[in-house]
């Protein structure tokens, strides 16, 4: 049974940082593109990270900010949030690519999601 949980989130003042995971069961993260996205109150849900192979991407929103890895051994995706804003301010989701490709960075491409951990950005 494929499954994703997501773990890390919380409340942190803006500049501060936060490290999220997404722990794997049921299928093997290294063989799979994996994305991070987030949805604030009332916004469409967005893409902001994926990794696939030893390639990572990253919406123009978070680059220079985020950075995603992946532990193997532990089939755990990590999404390491610094810099943070209160535009940051969202629920986070990882999801599993329905096709094994990062692209398009949209929700419908990915089938399998986890239930998300809340990111909150504020003093």
């Known amino acids: 049974q494929v499954q994703l949980v997501e773990s890390g989130g919380g409340?942190?003042?803006?500049?501060?940082?936060l490290r999220l995971s997404c722990a794997a069961s049921g299928f093997t993260l290294a063989n799979e593109a994996i994305g991070w996205f987030r949805q604030a109150p009332g916004k469409e849900r967005e893409g902001v990270s994926c990794i696939v192979n030893i390639r990572a991407y990253y919406s123009d929103s978070v680059k220079g900010r985020f950075t995603i890895s992946?532990?193997?051994v532990k089939n755990t995706v990590y999404l390491q949030m610094n810099s943070l804003r209160p535009d940051d301010t969202a629920v986070y989701y990882c999801?599993?690519?329905r096709k094994g490709s990062c692209f398009p960075l949209r929700d419908y491409e990915y089938a399998y999601w986890g239930q998300g951990t809340q990111v909150t950005v504020s003093s």
């Open 11 to 17: 409340l942190v003042q803006p500049g501060g940082s």
């Open 70 to 72: 992946r532990d193997n």
């Open 95 to 97: 999801a599993r690519s």
